[in-house]
């Protein structure tokens, strides 16, 4: 097919990246590396590994607490990018897709027992990308993560993460 399109072999190109962030409502931090393909210069498909991390806390009300367990992820992901306005210039995207690896709740007073789960699911957002040459670029985006932890649990994320990419 690309041997009938030139036009879109020249838009194919392999991208390196690496980000990192706050967490938004929970208290926590999120980073990230992959790689990433482009058959057009509107489209990436990406392979990231992700570590997210939150904080555990406790709220007090006058009759009683109500306690968050928090933890850390470890993640492997695929993900659509699209750039409505290409790779060359500055503009948004939108990006959607599914993970699933492993989650680690935080062990403390409140919860003391050590657990490891299975989870999975899906996430969408968008962001804003800004080459500063031809090869390397910024962005920032934000995504909302949900999916099922262990046998009965939900997991809910939405890591905001400033990056760099190096495309070749």
Do not use: C, K
Request: proline content about 6%.
């Amino acid at each position: 097919m690309l041997t009938l399109a030139p036009g879109m072999a020249h838009a194919q190109s392999l991208e390196l990246f690496g980000s990192g962030g706050p967490t938004v409502y929970d208290a926590g931090h999120s980073v990230a590396a992959g790689a990433g393909f482009s058959p057009h210069r509107l489209l990436t498909l990406v392979f990231t590994f992700d570590r997210t991390h939150l904080a555990s806390r406790t709220t007090r009300y006058p009759d009683g607490f109500s306690s968050f367990r928090g933890g850390t992820l470890y993640l492997g992901a695929a993900e659509l990018r699209v750039l409505p306005f290409g790779r060359h210039r500055v503009g948004p995207y939108g990006l959607g897709g599914l993970f699933t690896g492993l989650s680690r709740p935080n062990v403390n007073a409140t919860f003391p027992n050590r657990v490891t789960n299975h989870t999975a699911g899906m996430f969408f957002g968008g962001g804003l990308h800004a080459p500063v040459n031809e090869r390397f670029s910024v962005f920032v985006d934000g995504r909302m993560m949900v999916g099922g932890e262990g046998s009965d649990g939900m997991v809910a994320v939405l890591p905001i993460r400033a990056g760099a990419s190096w495309r070749f």
